[in-house]
Each structure stands twice: as structure tokens, then as C-alpha cells.
T-cell receptor
Framework: RKEVEQDPGPFNVPEGATVAFNCTYSNSASQSFFWYRQDCRKEPKLLMSVYSSGNEDGRFTAQLNRASQYISLLIRDSKLSDSATYLCVVNINDMRFGAGTRLTVKP | EPEVTQTPSHQVTQMGQEVILRCVPISNHLYFYWYRQILGQKVEFLVSFYNNEISEKSEIFDDQFSVERPDGSNFTLKIRSTKLEDSAMYFC?????????FGQGTRLTVV
């Protein structure tokens, strides 16, 4: 089983749609969790940390289920500028990345 | 805002040559990482470095790779004898207590 697995995508959605990404991780000792965003040929940039109680940042909501070892990211009212690859990142002692899910938001 | 800086932004080298990729992490960070991303593929962990030594390395990080923190600011990745398949974007990252911050990457092209 891979350390971090994500929906393969790609997701192609119209502007204004709600889209959800899922991620599972294999190591129950994982300590912290993040969603990063990566634009084409650029470095990954932090989108948001994921807290046990769930957290929201504007149109973005992240959830963590430690029992199921599952993380999610919900994007509401998607914008053209949300088009990117979304990376699930799990920290044990190192930051381990999922393969990423590509999102394209179309007019 | 503090940032991780990497040099060079693009390096072209001949197969079999040695390359050194340089990174200046954020100054008060304690954890340092190298990742690589082959074009169109996922970000892959290479190595982590803490307290002046390697704390974890992946199976990709074989004997041709080495890392150094030669002074208080630089963190380098050396590839001793480059292969064609080493062509990739190499990202350096550093972390304090929370999330990791990435440099803009060095695109390595081995010809």
C-alpha cells in the first residue's frame, strides 16, 4: 500500500462547482497533515493545514479522520484560478506526498 | 517574507558529470529536505536532514547522492555521476514546527 494515496483525477469542473478530493495514508503514526497546491512547473505551496477538528479557510474546507486515516479537501464555488494540482501531504518525520489530483476549472 | 532560495534555476550537465544543487533554507528552520519531480510525475522524497545529519532517506537516494550543510546557511545536494534519468526538477524545502516551505526548484537536465 502506498504511503499516501489520492484520487487520481483529473477533475474537470465548471466555474462555481463544488469539488472534493480524498486522500488516505498508511502510517497511523502520522503526525500532521497538509494540502499543498502546485501550479504547472512551479514549487508546491501550502494551501492549508488539516486539523483534527476540521478547518475552513474561505471556500476551502479540510477534514481529517484519524480512525479511517483519511483526509479530504472541499472546494466550494470553484474559480478558474483554482486550476492546479492538489497534493495531500502527510508528515511522519518527513513530508510525504500523494501523487496529486489535477483540477481544471472551466468557464 | 522569508523564503527558501535555490540556485541555479536550471542546470544542464553531461551524463557522468557531478552536479551540486544549492539551497538556502529559511534561517530559523531545523528540518531540511530534498525532493525531486520528474516531468509529469509526482513529487518524490529523497532525503531529510536534521541536527547536521541525515534523518531519513528514500530508496532513490543511493550512493551517488549526498547532502551537506557546509555552513550555517547552505544546504546542498550533490549527484556524483549523473544519469539521464536524473533529469528532473529538484526542490529543497525547510520546516520549523509546522508546514514545509519549498524553494522554486532547480531544473536539472542531463544530456
Amino acid at each position: 500500500r502506498k504511503e499516501v494515496e489520492q484520487d487520481p483525477g483529473p477533475f474537470n469542473v465548471p466555474e462555481g462547482a463544488t469539488v472534493a478530493f480524498n486522500c488516505t495514508y498508511s502510517n497511523s503514526a502520522s503526525q500532521s497533515f497538509f494540502w499543498y497546491r502546485q501550479d504547472c512547473r512551479k514549487e508546491p505551496k501550502l494551501l492549508m493545514s488539516v486539523y483534527s477538528s476540521g478547518n475552513e479557510d474561505g471556500r476551502f474546507t479540510a477534514q481529517l479522520n484519524r480512525a479511517s486515516q483519511y483526509i479530504s479537501l472541499l472546494i466550494r464555488d470553484s474559480k478558474l484560478s483554482d486550476s492546479a494540482t492538489y497534493l495531500c501531504v502527510v508528515n511522519i518525520n518527513d513530508m510525504r506526498f500523494g501523487a496529486g489530483t489535477r483540477l481544471t476549472v472551466k468557464p | 517574507e522569508p523564503e527558501v532560495t535555490q540556485t541555479p534555476s536550471h542546470q544542464v550537465t553531461q551524463m557522468g558529470q557531478e552536479v551540486i544543487l544549492r539551497c538556502v533554507p529559511i534561517s530559523n528552520h531545523l528540518y531540511f529536505y530534498w525532493y525531486r519531480q520528474i516531468l509529469g510525475q509526482k513529487v518524490e522524497f529523497l532525503v531529510s536532514f536534521y541536527n547536521n545529519e541525515i534523518s531519513e532517506k528514500s530508496e532513490i537516494f543511493d550512493d551517488q547522492f549526498s547532502v551537506e550543510r557546509p555552513d550555517g546557511s547552505n544546504f546542498t545536494l550533490k549527484i556524483r555521476s549523473t544519469k539521464l534519468e536524473d533529469s528532473a526538477m529538484y526542490f529543497c524545502a525547510s520546516r520549523g514546527a509546522g508546514e514545509a516551505f519549498f524553494g522554486q526548484g532547480t531544473r536539472l537536465t542531463v544530456v
